[in-house]
């Protein structure tokens, strides 16, 4: 019989989860929708357009940038809004030159669908990082930028980075710290991965750097989904793509020696109990993510040879 998925309480109430959002209409052909409660602090419309009344200047300023591809960036600002200082990470994305990406113009911006997709997973109980606003700038019917703006975690690891770090951390002193904290993280990854599933989701993105760790109001490590680009819901073929996010994330930590086999095994035996996956089915299914995993690692190290050349 399958465990029942536990209900994800989250210390730090993800506000985004019951609020009401406003639409906004921007300058430059900006726009969007905003929340309008902050991790408990309430903004109005009006001080929403204020805060972003000049949307190409966003990306001015910024405190770091994360990520950098062509025109699309990942940044982290203070934004002032109300005459308060608001911590977020920006997401900006260009849509390409093909015609592919044409008839994706056609329709709303990926913030704004990333927007929705968040709503939908705080609704579900899953840790994820609050949307804050989602903006889209349009020429006609089609839409020439986006940007996501999202709740930033100070003082967080991306999920590699922090497996890499678990042997200088203060609060793991002795070895039986650091095994509770890699069966702690393990739960919850196997939690997340297996709720999506169960709401008839998939993430087809699912990799270390998509989740970060940090630590709450209650001094407790918590793994926040951060990333929403790649949660897809299931169309045909939902039994194939069902350990799909579980190998890739599997593959994106090959390369971290701190994460031992038994990690993997513990996150797959949890899942396999949330999720019903009969005992005799276990190995054989074990063995062939195995091979998944490692295949993938070896087609990005090639990848990165490639590119470096």
Request: hydrophobic share 40%; aromatic share 10%.
């Amino acid at each position: 019989m399958p465990y029942n998925i536990p209900k994800m309480i989250l210390s730090e109430k993800n506000s985004v989860k019951e609020t009401e959002t406003v639409s906004l209409n921007l300058s430059n052909g900006f726009s969007g929708r905003a929340v309008t409660c902050v991790s408990g602090r309430n903004f109005s419309k009006a001080d929403w357009s204020e805060c972003l009344s000049q949307p190409l200047l966003l990306f001015e300023n910024v405190e770091k940038i994360l990520k950098k591809e062509g025109r699309n960036c990942v940044a982290i600002k203070k934004l002032t809004i109300a005459g308060e200082q608001l911590k977020v990470l920006l997401k900006r994305h260009y849509p390409k030159a093909s015609l592919r990406w044409f008839f994706r113009s056609l329709r709303p911006g990926k913030a704004l669908r990333n927007f929705k997709i968040t709503a939908e997973l705080l609704r579900l109980g899953l840790p994820t990082a609050a949307a804050f606003a989602a903006l889209q700038q349009k020429r006609g019917l089609l839409t020439k930028q986006s940007v996501y703006i999202t709740q930033y975690f100070d003082d967080s690891l991306d999920l590699y980075n922090f497996a890499s770090h678990l042997e200088d951390l203060s609060s793991a002193k002795t070895a039986a710290d650091k095994l509770a904290i890699r069966k702690t993280l393990s739960e919850q990854i196997a939690v997340i991965l297996a709720s999506l599933h169960k709401n008839g989701l998939w993430h087809r993105d699912s990799k270390a750097t998509n989740f970060v760790v940090h630590k709450n109001a209650q001094n407790q490590y918590k793994v926040i989904l951060v990333d929403v680009d790649g949660i897809k819901r299931y169309r045909l073929r939902r039994r194939c793509f069902q350990f799909r996010s579980l190998w890739q994330l599997a593959a994106s930590l090959l390369g971290n020696c701190t994460v031992n086999r038994t990690d993997y095994l513990r996150t797959f035996r949890t899942y396999c109990n949330l999720l019903g996956i009969e005992t005799s089915e276990r190995r054989r299914i074990f063995r062939e993510l195995v091979l998944l995993a490692a295949a993938k690692r070896r087609r990005s190290v090639l990848k990165a040879a490639a590119f470096k050349k």
